[in-house]
């Protein structure tokens, strides 16, 4: 019975606004991509971060996830004119030097609350920031308005969290878990981590895939000379990693 009021409703759209009115979804044209020059070009299969599309950044403890976000801020800051965080409070722009980022274009938005969070990346959304970051969850009900202001100006939008809840889950269209492996030391002191980033959903193309990273962090006060803060992607047969049933959703 479902079936056939499914079926009269789909002929009572085609009637009404043409044949080309309803598209399966597997036949729509696959977002255009932004190239972040990172393994996770290689993780959504179509070379970059979905545009218009939510991306999330998922791990508990120190995995390396934040890193990863911070170094694909500092790169919109240098590809847009106006790269967004929406963050608790705290955020230090001064954290990106590393990642040699262009501050002029970075714009911060401290947003304590929760629902100030979602009014604000929706309304970013929708005036077509190039790239917003958000630092925390938003509620429920402002994801679909940030996922459409998204999807008319093509604003990359990704989302850092330890673990999403179901509602955050199915509105992404992208996702990436991360979890630690090893440290990374040089000359007795810890330089880095190494990672396994792992797509757990993939809206924008198949298949779901994985790959290692080495993330080696800044040191500070002292810098060693001969040693450069970067995320570089290694071959995963250089780590055993053990096979996980997919959580895409």
């Keep these: 019975m479902q079936a056939q009021d499914l079926d ?3 002929d009572s759209i085609r009637l009404r ?24 070009d290689w993780l959504t299969g179509i ?17 390396g996830k934040l890193t990863v976000a911070l170094s694909l801020l500092a790169r919109a800051t240098q590809e847009f004119a106006h790269a967004m965080v929406v963050d608790p409070g705290g955020f230090d722009p001064w954290c990106l030097l590393p990642f040699s980022p262009e501050l002029s274009a970075l714009t911060v938005v401290s947003a304590p609350a929760p629902e100030i969070r979602g009014e604000s990346a929706a309304a970013l959304a929708k005036a077509g920031a190039g790239f917003i970051l958000l630092m925390s969850g938003v509620p429920e009900h402002w994801l679909g308005p940030i996922e459409s ?34 440290w990374l030391r040089e000359r007795d002191q810890v330089v880095g981590l190494r990672v ?16 290692v990273l080495d993330i080696r962090y800044p040191i500070w006060p002292q810098q060693l000379r001969d ?7 290694v071959p995963i047969e250089a780590e055993e990693v053990v096979p996980r049933a997919s959580a895409a959703v």
């Design 17 to 40: 606004f043409g044949s080309q009115a309803l598209t399966r979804a597997a036949a729509l044209p696959p977002p255009q991509p932004w190239p972040t020059n990172t393994a996770i």
């Design 227 to 233: 040693y450069r803060p970067e995320i570089v992607e």
């Design 47 to 63: 070379g970059g971060l979905p545009r218009g599309r939510l991306s999330l950044l998922t791990g508990s403890g120190t995995c």
């Design 196 to 211: 396994s980033a792992r797509c757990t959903k993939n809206r924008v193309a198949p298949p779901l895939g994985e790959s």
């Design 149 to 182: 202001g998204a999807n008319r100006s093509g604003s990359v939008v990704v989302e850092v969290v330890d673990a999403p809840d179901r509602a955050l889950a199915h509105a992404s269209s992208f996702s990436v878990d991360f979890s630690r492996t090893r």
């Design 8 to 10: 009269s409703a789909i």
